[in-house]
Every structure is written in structure tokens, then in C-alpha cells.
């Protein structure tokens, strides 16, 4: 693994011109707490002082909304037109657990059925990620496996330095992104950089507020599906679906037709909730969800058990924006904490 | 295991309707082709597959492939009418165009049950996923591999029996097999059986011995199904049903065909009694 170190001066013009090369997507400070992250022209419009965006930005790897295919019925005839391939895009500023997000989201869109627009953003896309520098009261990505400077699964691994900045290329793709700008960079040749994360991540692990025991949470429910507990949970669940919508590993979506004209018109997808009643409801009103509870608990089974069982992985990176998010404080490491206690009790 | 052959599993391949059967008040039968002949050609459906009809600018259902994939060149799907996309399919007529994309999902388990006898007992328009199967079976290259063939069918009433010319002229007349038919109540012109499906299930009572018994129709149906199976000595494994779930994808992706950690759509609609007692009854 080879680091560089590059000067706060150069970070601006870099950036500059990966926006003039690439479509560059950055964290953006949209109004007051608000941070997108959105394409930009520069540096200028790019704001480094967030602890993380408000929205994922697993967006720009599986849009919100997304158009698949545009289509004819015209002259009783079918006509399909796949929608331009995007360009080439680069992610910068990456938080560790939005990029164990992407990571999570991956085996979803491969598998027997390779999802083709998810693959080809994924594949054109560089993920440049950035170490945190402080850590929130909802963090808690280290009780899931991650780190405020575990980079894994980024290109290129940004870390804030004396000076300027660290950054350290973990992927051949990485790697080709230093060379082909190698004037803005010089080789860290004192290790430097990795020290420098290194004691970063030291500093924040003792500044997490809470951390949770996930150890035998996935085991309890492997055997308990059926638990008074989740309709303690759905009593308080408005069912408004946000946590969904701002989570970086959830992947559900809809799939809907628009055609103003009757005639040509485009096939899309967009994000879904299975908060939601529809979300399971079959055409002839059968719904297997059909209460707050099913759904409640089918999003925390996911979380904890379904995504480990199908992908061997955690469902959840310790983000934590569903904790701050949620209008009646459901707080999924209270929920994790209470199944250890409900487990200890059963 | 993937089944299509498509290089991107989401979009439709261009088919048109050719052939429009008016089953019951409720319920057509579809007969549909691929506009191009190299697709209709690679599409090998096996029996129990689902594929996702398309109604370009209403959307998307997931619809189970009623006809055996012995019967190549066309496919059929019996479609009832209850929801936005079935509705505009029922306004469909002979030449419309249509989008299909599959086949999904696994398959009756055709292959294990050779040398067995199969009882099927469907319900209402739960006899059309079961038809892939029958007819597979009573297909000529098949029917020597299979035992005796039990069919056990019922609907509301005469005019919601789907498939007649099947249930009431061609089955009956294939070698080694039987058909039973009931309605829910009874009707002037009626002279077979009255009575709901699961307490006929009773009354002719079939030997488990040497057999799998294969179930699909209302939820109601198939809980009291199952229940009079185990009753007559039929073990978990002997016992097999399709599931109906909303999809979107098809694929696995969409999220909401799940039953636990299973989704209908890969590891479905296909299971095992014995498979469904070990998942949540979410279903």
C-alpha cells in the first residue's frame, strides 16, 4: 500500500480538476445541518467541516430515483431504449461507514442476477474516502465492525495531517488516480500517514458515547421470531419510513411507469420502505405484513439476521443517522442492548 | 441458479398476445410469443417458474407460467382479475403488445418425483401454476416416468371454474388419471360434486403411499389443505405448494417477497412443507 502526502493548498486545485475530468460528487452544505452529497464544479462548493451527510451517499451508486429503460407503444409497435450510461464519476469524502455501506449493498446487486445499472455506476465510479476527525453522539460504527478510519472497501483513503493531507491508495484504481495527478502529491516516505491515522483512530475509539454488544443477538433471533418485545417497538413506529430513506445499506425499491402521453414513456425505480403497508400488500388485499409490527420487525431481522444469513455480512455500518432521525427516538443499539436483556430473561 | 438468459435481467423482451381465453367472469388465459423467435427459443421455463408480464405504462406483475414447457413456442399465463395491471391486461385483446422478462424463481421438483403418484389439489385460479406441471407430466415423452395422476379441483361456483375444457374433457381422458371437481355450493346444471375443496380432500381420502401431493389456491384453502394431508398420514416432505408474494424485481434486489431470510422470488415459489414449517410464518 503506497501513501502520499499532499498540501492543503493543493487539496482545492486537485479537486478542481477531478470536477473538470470526472462527474465529481462531494459533501455539500445544502442549508444549516444539512449536508448532500451532490455533483459539483470545485472545491469551492465543497464543504469539509461534516461529521456526515445527512442523506447516504450510497445514491450515487443506486439513485434514488432512477431511470432504467425509455419506451414506444406508438403504432401498436414496442419500442425499448436504454438511458445513456453515466460518466465516469468519483465519490470524495466518503465517511468509513458509508463506505462499508457500499460494501454491504454489493452482494445485493450481484449474486445470480447481476443488477446492470447498479454494477456499471459501481464500476465507474471511484471511491475516495475520508477518515473522521471527531465523532458524534449517534456514531457507533465500531460496535458494528467498523472504524472512524477503517478506509476498507475505499480507492483512496484521505486522512487530515499536519500540514495537509495523508492519503494512501488501497486499490490499483486508487493507485491510477495518484498517477495520472502525481503533481499534487509527493511520496510519504516516513510513514507519516499511516502513523498519523493510526493515531487518529486511537484518539477517536475512546470518544465513542455508546457502544453496543451485538454478541449473540443474531443467534437469539435465529430462534425467536415471534417476541412481545417488537410490539413494545411498533407502538411507538409512526411508520414514516425515514430511516429507511437515509440508511446506506437499504435496499429496497419500487419499480413504476411513467407516461404522460399513453404512448412513450420510461420505466424507473425508486427507493421503497418496508415501513410501509403497500410495500407487501398483494392486488388481492392479502398483506403478509399486514401491522407496524411485521414491518418493524422485519426491518430490524434484516438488519440483524436476514443480511448476515443471505450475505454473511452485517446489515447495519453504525451510522447512526437512523438513531438521530427518528421523530419518536426508535434507537436501533437500544434495540440491539434490550435483545441481550430479553435474551438473558428468556 | 440463474434461469434467464437476458443480459439485463430487468427489461422486458417485446411479446405479443395471440390467443385471449375468457375462463371465468374474472379470468383470462393468455397466449403469448416473443416478437423475436431467437428469444421464444432460449426462454426454457421449467414447470412452476413465474415470469414479470408488463403493460408498458401501467407497470409490472409477477405472473406464474401456466403452460408445461413441453408445449414450446408459446406461453400462457391464466390471469384474474384484482389489481391495476391485471386489469389493464384484461383490456388487452389479440395482437396487443406486451413486455415479458423471466422465467424466475425454482421449480416443482420434477425430477424427484418420477416413479411416484402425484395428487394435485388446487383452488380457484390456484389450479394455474399446478397446470405447468400437470400437463409437464401428462405430456406424452413424460407420462411414462410418473404414476397415477390425482386431480382434486374446486371453485365457487360453476362459472369460477377455471380451465374446463381441461378439468372436464381432456384430463379425464388421459391415461391414468383421475379428476375430481366440486363447487361451494350448490347450482342448477350442477351434478358433480358440492363442497369445499379440503373436506373433499377428506372424503376421497388418497393413500399417502409412493406419492407427493402438490397444493396451490386461496390461503384459507391451503391451511386446511395441509391440515387434512397430515391428517391422512402424508409426511412434510411428501407435501408441496407455490407461494404468491408481491415482487417488483424478480431478482432478489427489491426486498419484499421475503419470508424471513428467504425471498420467494430465488429461493420460491416452489417449497417443501417441510421448508415452510422451518421458516416464520410470515406468509
Known amino acids: ?346 | 441458479m440463474r434461469n434467464c438468459q437476458c443480459i439485463n435481467p430487468l427489461k422486458p423482451y417485446p411479446a405479443t398476445i395471440i390467443k385471449i381465453i375468457d375462463e371465468t367472469p374474472d379470468v383470462k388465459s393468455f397466449q403469448m410469443v416473443f416478437d423475436n423467435p431467437a428469444v421464444m427459443e432460449n426462454f426454457r421455463q421449467k414447470p412452476g417458474q413465474v415470469a414479470q408480464l408488463s403493460v408498458f405504462g401501467v407497470g409490472e406483475a409477477t405472473i406464474s407460467i401456466t403452460s408445461s414447457p413441453t408445449r414450446r413456442g408459446i406461453l400462457e399465463f391464466s390471469v384474474k382479475k384484482v389489481g391495476m395491471l391485471t386489469s389493464a391486461l384484461h383490456r388487452l385483446e389479440v395482437g396487443s403488445k406486451v413486455g415479458i422478462r423471466g422465467p424466475y424463481g425454482n421449480h416443482f421438483p420434477y425430477e424427484v418425483m418420477k416413479g411416484k403418484d402425484l395428487l394435485f389439489i388446487g383452488g380457484g385460479i390456484g389450479l394455474a401454476p399446478l397446470r405447468s406441471l400437470i400437463d409437464f407430466v401428462l405430456a406424452e415423452e413424460n407420462r411414462g416416468d410418473y404414476g397415477k395422476v390425482e386431480i382434486i379441483y374446486g371453485a365457487r361456483s360453476m362459472d369460477d371454474l377455471c380451465f374446463k375444457y381441461d378439468i372436464l374433457d381432456r384430463w379425464p381422458q388421459m391415461p391414468g388419471t383421475t379428476v375430481y371437481t366440486t363447487i361451494d355450493r350448490a347450482e342448477l346444471g350442477w351434478e358433480g360434486h358440492v363442497g369445499f375443496v379440503p373436506a373433499y380432500l377428506e372424503e376421497i381420502n388418497p393413500s399417502p403411499e409412493n406419492k407427493y401431493a402438490i397444493t396451490c389456491g386461496p390461503p384459507i384453502m391451503i391451511k386446511f389443505v395441509l391440515q387434512a394431508l397430515e391428517k391422512m398420514g402424508f409426511a412434510d416432505d411428501q407435501v408441496i405448494t407455490t407461494l404468491e408474494m408481491k415482487m417488483k424485481c424478480g431478482i432478489g434486489k427489491c426486498g419484499r417477497c421475503n419470508i424471513g431470510s428467504k425471498y420467494v422470488c430465488l429461493d420460491g415459489p416452489v417449497f417443501y412443507l417441510s421448508q415452510l414449517k422451518r421458516l416464520p410464518p410470515e406468509f
Not at chain 1, 502526502?5 to 445544502?30: C, H, Q, S, Y
Open chain 1, 1 to 346: 500500500m503506497k501513501a502520499y502526502i499532499m498540501t492543503g493548498d493543493n487539496l482545492g486545485a486537485w479537486l478542481d480538476t477531478l470536477a473538470r475530468d470526472f462527474t465529481l460528487i462531494a459533501p455539500v452544505k445544502e442549508e444549516e445541518n444539512v449536508i448532500l452529497f451532490k455533483p459539483v464544479k470545485g472545491f469551492a462548493e465543497i464543504n469539509l467541516n461534516y461529521t456526515n451527510s445527512t442523506v447516504s451517499p450510497k445514491g450515487w451508486i443506486f439513485p434514488q430515483t432512477e431511470e432504467m429503460f425509455y419506451f414506444s407503444t406508438a403504432g401498436g409497435q414496442i419500442n425499448l431504449t436504454d438511458v445513456q450510461a453515466p460518466r465516469p464519476a468519483i465519490i470524495f469524502g466518503l465517511r468509513p461507514c458509508d463506505i462499508k455501506g457500499i460494501l454491504t449493498l454489493d452482494p445485493v446487486f450481484n449474486g445470480a442476477y447481476p443488477d446492470p445499472y447498479y454494477q456499471n455506476r459501481r464500476e465507474n465510479t471511484i471511491l475516495v474516502g475520508l477518515c473522521c476527525t471527531r465523532v458524534e453522539r449517534h456514531c457507533f460504527c465500531t460496535s458494528m465492525g467498523g472504524g472512524p478510519t477503517d478506509g476498507r472497501g475505499a480507492d483512496l483513503l484521505v486522512t487530515e495531517i499536519d500540514g495537509g493531507y495523508g492519503l494512501e491508495a488501497l486499490t490499483s484504481r486508487g493507485e491510477e488516480l495518484i498517477h495520472r495527478y502525481q503533481g499534487y502529491f509527493t511520496p510519504d516516505q516516513h510513514s507519516r500517514v499511516i502513523l498519523a491515522r493510526e493515531e487518529l483512530g486511537q484518539k477517536l475509539a475512546g470518544q465513542f458515547t455508546r457502544t453496543v454488544d451485538t454478541t449473540g443477538v443474531k443467534e437469539f433471533l435465529d430462534q425467536n421470531f415471534e417476541l412481545p418485545y417488537w410490539d413494545e417497538i411498533a407502538r411507538r413506529c409512526l411508520g414514516c419510513g425515514i430511516c429507511t430513506y437515509i440508511c446506506p445499506t437499504c435496499h429496497c425499491f419500487d419499480i413504476f411507469d411513467f407516461a404522460p402521453d399513453g404512448e412513450r414513456g420510461v420505466r424507473s425505480r425508486c427507493w421503497d420502505s418496508c415501513m410501509f403497508s403497500h410495500f407487501t400488500r398483494m392486488a388481492g388485499g392479502h398483506n403478509p405484513r399486514p401491522t407496524q409490527k411485521e414491518r418493524v420487525r422485519n426491518r430490524f431481522l434484516h438488519k440483524l439476521k436476514y443480511h448476515r444469513d443471505r450475505y454473511d455480512l452485517d446489515g447495519c455500518v453504525g451510522c447512526g443517522r437512523c438513531v438521530t432521525k427518528c421523530p419518536v427516538n426508535i434507537d436501533i443499539r437500544q434495540i440491539i442492548a434490550d435483545l441481550q436483556e430479553v435474551a438473558q430473561h428468556a
